[in-house]
């Protein structure tokens, strides 16, 4: 059903990093290398996002995408526990010298970013945090692109299939930053990757992505074999050359240090390397995104600036101390070359 899926030299997709990771730099060195990457439209303006994408086709005349957040992923929060939340952070506001960011409730511009992604199309706009609205993924196709949807289990799988989406991409409990859960509860799918692939699998015919915990190419291997036609990688990137993660993420991800499922940044769960910020807030967070994410704005853009990784939301995947510092290109290429690999040794031993 996916013509990119289908053209793809090597099965790998560059997942998209919000908040500074996935440059166009990075983006157009795995697509050119083989796979496919994609720009994380995140957190970015209308015209940043043009902007990046008329950077990455000055790079490479390969295909590549651009992630949008849906607006249904957004819950608003309970005014109290947000005013008590922002207390509880003054203090780190204080000890960094700035000041915290005004929370409020907005959609990402999603419209705006729809309506500039129609009139330049890309290969691919996939979307994470629930269902986009059926008008716009109509629009997006008929400009000429492909959509993909984030699940992560296969209630969610069954109710993007009836938007018949070209891919969807299935996201495990392993994967780093944000969840791509529809709904951000305590009912939220916890599934690894391995099951939520056979489950969903189970559940529609469609193409599946299969995200979450891939760091090297045996594992790429195994979502492979599991039913997925391509892998998609985030953290492994993380170090890459080209990507524009920060000095403080960069030296957190080369460490073996444990990762855990957050709100304490964002407001919407989330997985990031364990540094004091979430340590000490999580329990506290409150369910409010994207309250909580720009109320804590100016303490991580401090944390970065400053080098001070604990204050930075250091989302990554539960296997990031796999990720290696080289050029995209080489990442992408290894890969592919080890789960190729991996997979000709697991037939000799099935023989």
Known sequence: MSAILDGLELPIVGAPMAGGPST?????AVSGA????????GYRTVAAVGADVAATRALTERPFGVNVF??????RADAGELVAYARRLAAEAAAAGVALGEPRHDDDAFAGKVEALVADPVAVVSFTFGLP???????????????????????EARAAARLAPDALIVQGVEAGGHRGVFADDEDASDLTLLVALQLVGE????????????????AVGAALVAGARAAQVGTAYLRATEAGTSAAQKDATATDAPTRLTRAFSGRTARGIVNRLLADHTDAAPRGYPEVHHLTTPLR?????????????????????LARAEPAAEITRRLAAEAREALESAIRRLR
């Open 24 to 28: 166009p730099e990075l983006v157009a």
């Open 34 to 41: 083989g796979g496919i990457g994609f720009l994380g439209a």
């Open 70 to 75: 849906t607006p249904g992923g957004g819950v």
């Open 133 to 155: 609205p059926r008008e716009a993924v109509d629009a997006l196709r008929r400009a000429g692109s492909e959509v993909w949807i984030t699940v992560t289990a296969p209630d």
């Open 203 to 218: 559940a529609t015919d469609l193409p599946l992505v299969a995200g979450g915990g891939l760091a090297t190419g045996a």
């Open 301 to 321: 853009a401090h944390g970065r600036a400053s080098g001070d990784a604990d204050l930075v939301n250091l989302w990554a995947g539960q296997a990031h101390a």
